[in-house]
């Protein structure tokens, strides 16, 4: 343990030193103080008003930005040290694989959650210091969808990265993951449903394997209970999981993906060439 956090301390430090945290966490706290310069919080949109409008808001944003940032970062980590010849070093060091492995996955976690996080408590407290509700539910709940999106995303990065062999390839094969999860947002549900080959359940099933359409219903589900903006793939889903019981898949179902693509990153990690 003591071996995995000071890798994780390492990898934090390098975080902070570079460039692309600089930027990563210049988004997100611009994306709040943006929100809040166009008066979001003065708005009304299906009866949210106030801080719920900025959050509902910035989960929509966060959905299309956080994913690309994990993976391109992440895939750097195990390829840009294999590139770099850092692992010769390692093996005459007395850290483990396993050690060093999910410490950088320990490190890169905090480092891409924590700049997510600090842009909407710093909204709670500016809501609070201008005396405007906060909606502490739906903070909660999205810190946690938020939290589990970035789990996801680093473990498939991490997979990634212990797959390919150069920096190049990974970042790649990245934007590729990508690309494909956001093109299958709609067009896989849409489609196989307008064509009428399959049930409508297993359409919905297939189209619920994309973690993004996860995230992104889950969002609809809080100020939309019902879904009313998916149409009749609402009923399928509503009735395989219920209102209470998909926010908790949504929560449960990204946050597997992600711990057994980063564990299937770290036994192909250890039972590759090295160097």
Known sequence: M????LTAKL????????RWF?????????????????????????????LSRLLVTYIQLTMAILPIFVLITTVRSVAGDREAGVFEYLLSLPVGLGAWFWGKIVGRYIVVFAPVFAAML??????????????????GYYT???????MCFLGIGMLISAIARSTDMAQGAAFMVWLVLLLFLDLILLGVMIQGKVSPELA????????????RTAALALFDPQLIVLGPSAYVILDLFGSTGYKIFALAYPAAL???????????????DLP
């Not at 711990?259 to 990153?265: E, F, N």
């Open 122 to 139: 710093g909204a709670v407290i500016w809501a609070t210091i201008q005396g405007i509700e906060v909606p502490w539910d739906m903070f």
């Open 258 to 272: 992600g711990v057994l693509s980063a564990t299937i990153g770290y036994l192909i990690f250890r039972r590759g």
């Open 144 to 150: 946690a969808l938020l939290a589990v999106m970035a």
């Open 2 to 5: 003591k071996q995995l956090w």
């Open 22 to 50: 600089q930027i990563y966490t210049l988004v997100f706290g611009g994306i709040v103080a943006l929100l809040f310069v166009f008066g979001l919080t003065e708005s009304r949109v299906l009866g949210f008003i106030g």
């Open 11 to 18: 990898d934090i430090v390098e975080s902070l030193r570079a």
């Open 204 to 215: 919905v099933t297939l189209a619920l394997a994309n973690p993004l359409q996860v995230f």
